[in-house]
């Protein structure tokens, strides 16, 4: 093989998988391994396998300057280190996105206690009315949790198609991850759903307990 039409042909000795080289972001692409001898660099990038007693820096640079000393170690990683760095940026906008994540569900949360509360407000006449004519107070409560149930539906449908819209430009902050994965999309709809239905228990629990006397008395 000749890939620069520069060089004399190569001879193909063993194939390898392709490699992430300029990130975990990057997709997976073909690279060809050289000999060193035979397409020298500036520079070059040396691996060093340890133990559980991993040597220290200043004994892996003394390593280097005893096999040359005109070679001058740069900066040395470990490779935990190296992948640190290299997920700093996603990760910081993963925590951000998390943080607002996690002021939107309690805004969320609040919404819902407010107005499931509103609503078993304005029905208490009618709520007393279903009590005097023989309904029970799981009926109230099942009644008042349907209602929430139902308006978090509608949320969580709208969400979705939201999320789906703009998983394209999410993409580029996920690593192994797909935007489309159905598992996220089915646990985050479960997880909302459930604190929806536990937002709306203390509305509904405060209606399934109304006296019918006052509430057919009030206004």
């Known amino acids: ?55 220290g820096v200043g004994a892996i640079r003394s390593a280097i300057e005893s096999a040359n ?25 993963t925590v951000l996105l998390t943080c607002f994540a996690g002021i939107a569900l309690a805004l969320a949360i609040i919404g819902i206690y407010g107005v499931i509360s509103y609503s078993v407000a304005q029905r208490t006449h009618e709520i007393g009315v279903r009590m005097a004519i023989g309904a029970q107070r799981f009926h109230v409560l099942r009644m008042v949790l349907a209602h929430g149930s139902r308006l978090a539906a509608f949320g969580i449908a709208a969400g979705v198609l939201l999320a789906l819209a703009a998983s394209r430009f999410l993409a580029s902050m996920l690593f192994e991850v797909k935007t489309t994965d159905p598992k996220t999309f089915i646990a985050v709809s479960v997880l909302l759903g459930g604190v929806a239905v536990a937002a709306s228990y203390i509305p509904a629990r405060r209606a399934a307990r109304v006296d019918p006397v006052v509430a057919l008395r009030y206004e």
């Open 1 to 55: 093989m000749n890939p620069d039409q520069s060089r004399d042909w190569r001879t193909v000795v063993g194939i390898v998988e392709k490699i992430r080289y300029s990130g975990l972001a990057d997709a997976s692409d073909a690279q060809i391994y050289t000999p060193f001898a035979q397409t020298p660099f500036l520079w070059t990038y040396l691996m060093v396998r340890t133990g559980p007693a991993a040597p």
């Open 69 to 93: 000393a005109a070679l001058n170690a740069g900066q040395v990683q470990s490779m935990d280190e190296l992948v640190f760095a290299s997920v700093a940026q996603p990760r910081f906008q």
